[in-house]
T-cell receptor, first 111, second 113 residues
């Protein structure tokens, strides 16, 4: 079945450092890909998405490019802030709105 | 202006009890979901309803019964609670299209003692 693999956390960075969180997927067709973010005590929020190969999703300084050849959707940000500390989930949707999530990666940013 | 709201936020109960979690969305979405997040933050879909009809029913014990009285509400009833049911339960909603994002509620933390 479909699956998503994310790098294990926590990822610990200093403010203004460059962020990469790796995500690879396995799917039989052509899924849509998503990054969601979960702040403490809250539900998940959509951060960005891409619906076809070579699409780049971007939001709030975060970017991810849908790479079909490497089945990857890595999340990047050039300069992280303390307020970016959260858990980040990579996900895919192939069927009727059945999102499959990765295990989540906790990001901790220190001042 | 809460888009997806679920109640209660915290639920502490004893093994063997029956409890319900309520969810409502005011986004006009056609599809609603229940997800379970375990202690390691792993998220797994439990159920999905589209226009009050069950669409997705993952491998969930039949002690869990979702009910959708209308397309804005999806409640989750759990019978004979077990220790392993302790988790955070998230309600979500979306439009019908495959690439539409999910809008999540803030979760209900269920603790079974």
């Amino acid at each position: 079945g479909d699956s998503v693999t994310q790098m294990e956390g926590p990822v610990t960075l200093s403010e203004e450092a460059f962020l990469t969180i790796n995500c690879t997927y396995t799917a039989t067709g052509y899924p849509s890909l998503f990054w969601y973010v979960q702040y403490p005590g809250e539900g998940l929020q959509l951060l960005l998405k891409a619906t076809k190969a070579d699409d780049k999703g971007s939001n709030k300084g975060f970017e991810a490019t849908y790479r079909k050849e490497t089945t990857s959707f890595h999340l990047e940000k050039g300069s992280v802030q303390v307020s970016d500390s959260a858990v980040y989930f990579c996900a895919l949707s192939e069927g009727f709105q059945k999102l499959v999530f990765g295990t989540g990666t906790r990001l901790l940013v220190s001042p | 202006d809460t888009a997806v709201s679920q109640t209660p936020k915290y639920l502490v109960t004893q093994m063997g009890n029956d409890k319900s979690i309520k969810c409502e969305q005011n986004l006009g979405h056609d599809t609603m979901y229940w997800y379970k997040q375990d202690s390691k933050k792993f998220l797994k879909i439990m159920f999905s309803y589209n226009n009050k009809e069950l669409i997705i029913n993952e491998t969930v014990p039949n002690r869990f019964s979702p009910k959708s009285p209308d397309k804005a509400h999806l409640n989750l009833h759990i019978n004979s609670l077990e220790l392993g049911d302790s988790a955070v339960y998230f309600c979500a909603s979306s439009q019908e299209t495959g690439s539409s994002p999910l809008h999540f509620g803030n979760g209900t933390r269920l603790t079974v003692t």
